[in-house]
T-cell receptor
Framework: SQELEQSPQSLIVQEGKNLTINCTSS?????LYWYKQKYGEGLIFLMM?????EEKSHEKITAKLDEKKQQSSLHITASQPSHAGIYLC???????????FGSGTQLTVLP | DADVTQTPRNRITKTGKRIMLECSQT?????MYWYRQDPGLGLRLIYY???????NKGEISDGYSVSRQAQAKFSLSLESAIPNQTALYFC?????????????FGPGTRLLVL
């Protein structure tokens, strides 16, 4: 969706490196969701951010919400091959709790 | 056992055929959704249902119909399949609780229309 832009579209990193994926909304954010998708599988919920400045972590994955910039970033520390997959952000723009999704970031982690 | 299941997982059909994709959930959620995923376009909402008697069109409902047979079941039909409906289809559920809802996704159905 053009309402939600993810960058980069794809990312290849060496195992052990840190990386950041960004999600920028053109509309006000009421909630921002991060999901991970492995090939041939469904979306796995990672975390949800709601308040400006909020930061959440799950294992080595940290997500932050910058409400002013209407942007969220997902940061992976010391990446591992198990982190590989497609990361999608989903935004609640206040429309009857429907989510708008970004086009995804394809992450490859080289061993 | 998975909370959200989809059948079939893979399907090949021909142009003009009618097919149905099924979704079942054991999470007890009231809200169910159907999305399609295409490369480079992310997920797009086809239809959603907030309870058994409620059906709403999403962003791209043309060429699709749905049926909410029970709280736990939400099926998607392609009345006359066409090749540009080739995609990965996801069902999702959520529950009304608090100020935000998390959607939980099924494993997806990969559909190829020849």
């Amino acid at each position: 969706s053009q309402e939600l832009e993810q960058s980069p579209q794809s990312l290849i990193v060496q195992e052990g490196k840190n990386l950041t994926i960004n999600c920028t909304s053109s509309k006000t954010l009421y909630g921002l969701y991060w999901y991970k998708q492995k090939y041939g599988e469904g979306l796995i919920f990672l975390m949800m951010l709601q308040k400006g400045g909020e930061e959440k972590s799950h294992e080595k994955i940290t997500a932050k919400l910058d409400e002013k910039k209407q942007q969220s970033s997902l940061h992976i520390t010391a990446s591992q091959p198990s982190h590989a997959g497609i990361y999608l952000c989903g935004a609640d723009h206040g429309s009857a709790r429907q989510l708008t999704f970004g086009s995804g970031t394809q992450l490859t982690v080289l061993p | 056992d998975a909370d959200v299941t989809q059948t079939p997982r893979n399907r090949i059909t021909k142009t003009g055929k009618r097919i149905m994709l099924e979704c079942s959930q054991t999470k007890g959620h009231d809200r169910m959704y159907w999305y399609r995923q295409d490369p480079g376009l992310g997920l797009r909402l086809i239809y959603y249902s907030f309870d058994v008697k409620d059906i709403n069109k999403g962003e791209i409902s043309d060429g699709y119909s749905v049926s909410r047979q029970a709280q736990a079941k939400f099926s998607l039909s392609l009345e006359s399949a066409i090749p540009n409906q080739t995609a990965l289809y996801f069902c999702a559920t959520s529950d009304l609780g608090g100020s935000q809802e998390t959607q939980y996704f099924g494993p997806g159905t990969r559909l190829l229309v020849l």
